[in-house]
């Protein structure tokens, strides 16, 4: 989480400016997929913001510009993790 506030705070940001998150869901180690989306998960319930999940072989380049771009073509996934409910 440090990591995620260092980038922000060099960026001039800070949480309360995030309207959206976009979270990687591979490829990838599953180990790393899993940790990511559970940290954007939750900063995403904390802050009460828009969360989407979006694949590596959707994007041509880098930057915020090609996220717009999938994500009007809908290749974004809003459902990331499903909880599982035992009874």
Same mark, same amino acid.
């Given at each position: 989480m +440090?990591? @995620?506030l260092n #980038?922000? !705070?060099e960026h001039?940001? =800070?949480?309360d !400016? +995030?309207?959206e998150i976009f979270v990687n869901q591979g490829p990838g180690k599953i180990s790393s @997929?899993? =940790?990511s989306i /559970? @940290? /954007?998960k939750g900063i995403a319930f904390a802050k009460n913001i828009d969360l989407?999940? #979006?694949?590596s072989e959707h994007l041509t380049e880098k930057g915020i510009d090609q996220l717009v771009k999938i994500d !009007? !073509? =809908?290749f974004t996934n809003i459902n990331l993790i499903k909880p599982l409910y035992s009874s």
């Open positions: +440090i990591l @995620i #980038f922000l !705070k001039d940001s =800070n949480l !400016k +995030i309207s @997929i899993r =940790n /559970a @940290i /954007a989407y999940g #979006f694949l !009007k !073509k =809908n």
